[in-house]
């Protein structure tokens, strides 16, 4: 009889914690696989762009998170292990619809989104940047996007140095 | 059969439990993220890569507001070409988004390094150049800038230590204060940068760093950096008289000029310059 009631009661205890962390806990994880957004982005041997990159990531791949430091993330590309910006992913996506402590406890009607969280902790970004263009129309960005695309091919730079008796 | 009942309601809380545990402990790319930006706004912090980049696009926009960039596809590739040489050769050789180089369409004679990468010379800079080497001396001294992050440098520290508050937690839940007071000190830092890189200068200090920078990149690139202070000569004796143009930014003072010709003397002789000049000429002519 003893026994019978510690079982009730423990399957309970357990029911109860199993569902809360549950509906309190976010859905997704680490080993999960982020696309990459931006164009000509590289895998680093470390969080940082000083080092000769390991790999090119091109728009539309996806990739493997291992662990994230900072702004980096350490992602696993068709095999090969290296860090890329978070800049290369889109913004952080809002958590679960579902918020329990709003339920319980009258939580805000309008939380704040993780999108909205990143925008003003990362401090300025292409939202601010955005903002800035509107209050400023005679500034030319076009300008701007025209001098990004200004790329130099790698192979043509390769020979341009060599024919100019340059150090590679 | 109550014993079995019991058993399968355990087994299945235990289940339950252990679903729950995973999503508890694995922790979402979003949450992270947004938890390490609360941490950088809570600490002083530099200014970052990204941020950078977009100080250098506000920054270089208001730069092409003032000069229209020269179309001349075959002379921006070249400029390009010299400068990925230096760059990559320098203290910094991958910015966020890479450097990028401009011809600026003004006879005036000067150059700019906006945060991030982006470089402007002006078609009378270009043209004052005698050879290649001249060239990629003034690129390399403005990848100086950029390495040396002397444009960043200028955004006040008051004002920086705005931006930090405004990431705060507290105004993280007014949004669109947060947007607001971000885009105004966000404008506040471009006119902190434009001010000391294109109206007033850098200090003498950072001249002379990126006078250094440069010297040092020219020799690894294989350039001569003897060139940097002859092109500085050819600079002073083309705007002699005058009170704008480069020197309102770079002032060459005359302990500034013989400190590089003393640091370039000490390089090893430059390979090929001669024909690396005859190409110089095909594309400027």
Redesign the interface.
């Known amino acids: 009889m003893r026994r ?1 009631v510690f ?2 009661k ?6 109860a ?6 509906l ?9 696989t ?1 696309e990459v957004i931006q164009p ?1 982005q590289s895998l680093y041997p470390d969080p940082d ?2 080092g000769a990159p390991v790999g090119a990531v091109p728009a539309g791949s996806r990739v493997q ?1 291992i662990r ?1 430091a ?2 980096w ?1 350490k992602v696993d590309y068709q095999g090969i292990q290296g860090w890329i ?3 290369a ?1 889109p913004a ?4 679960s619809g579902f918020n329990l402590p709003g339920v319980l406890f009258g939580a805000p009607a309008k939380e ?1 989104t ?1 999108d ?14 955005s ?3 509107q ?2 129309p ?4 076009a ?2 996007d ?3 695309s ?3 091919n790698p192979g ?2 390769d020979a ?2 060599k ?5 590679p | 059969m ?1 014993n079995q009942a ?2 399968l ?2 087994l ?23 938890k ?3 941490k ?2 809570e600490a002083s912090r530099p ?5 950078e980049y ?2 250098g ?2 920054v ?3 730069i ?2 003032k000069y ?2 020269y179309q001349n596809p075959k002379l ?2 070249y400029v ?2 010299v400068g ?2 230096v760059a990559r ?1 320098s203290s ?7 450097y ?3 011809v600026l369409d003004t006879p005036e004679i000067n150059a700019f390094a906006c945060p991030g990468g ?1 470089i402007f010379i002006t078609r009378g800079l270009v043209q004052t150049c005698a050879t ?1 080497d001249q060239l990629a001396a003034v690129l390399a001294h403005e990848v100086g800038h950029v390495a040396n992050k002397d444009g960043v440098n200028s955004i006040s520290q008051a004002r920086w230590s705005q ?2 508050t ?2 705060g937690t507290e ?3 007014q ?1 669109a204060g ?3 007071s ?2 105004a000190l ?2 506040g ?2 006119d902190d940068v434009f001010k000391t890189i294109v109206v007033n200068g850098y200090s003498r200090t950072a001249e002379e760093a990126a006078d250094k920078a440069a010297v040092a990149t020219l020799g ?4 001569d950096p003897r060139a940097l202070p002859q092109v500085l000569d050819k600079m002073m004796a083309k705007e002699k008289g005058t009170s704008g143009g480069i020197f309102k930014t770079h002032p060459p003072t005359s302990e500034r000029l013989a400190k590089l010709k003393v640091e370039a003397a000490e390089a090893p002789p430059s ?2 310059e001669a ?2 000049t005859r ?1 110089f000429k095909a594309m400027t002519s």
């Open positions: 019978s079982g009730q423990a399957a309970g205890a357990l029911l914690l199993g569902l809360a962390l549950l309190l806990g976010p859905g997704t994880g680490w080993g999960e982020l000509n762009f000083a998170v994230q900072g702004d993330y910006h978070r800049q992913f952080p996506k809002a958590q704040t993780s909205e969280v990143a925008l003003a902790g990362k401090g300025f970004t292409p939202e601010v940047e903002g800035y263009r209050k400023h005679e500034l030319n960005f300008g701007v025209q001098v990004e200004f790329k130099v043509k730079l341009f140095i024919e100019g008796g340059l150090n | 109550r019991r058993w309601a355990l299945v809380a235990a289940l339950v439990l252990v679903q729950g545990c995973v999503a508890a402990s694995v922790v979402s790319v979003g949450a992270i993220a947004a390490g930006v609360t950088a706004a200014i970052n890569d990204s941020e977009y100080v696009r506000a270089a926009a208001r092409l507001g229209p960039l921006t590739a390009n070409e990925e040489t050769k910094r050789p991958r910015t966020f988004r890479g990028r180089f401009a982006l290649e931006v930090l405004a990431m105004a993280v839940k949004y947060v947007g607001g971000l885009v966000f404008e830092s471009i690894r690139a294989g350039y390979q090929d024909g690396r190409r």
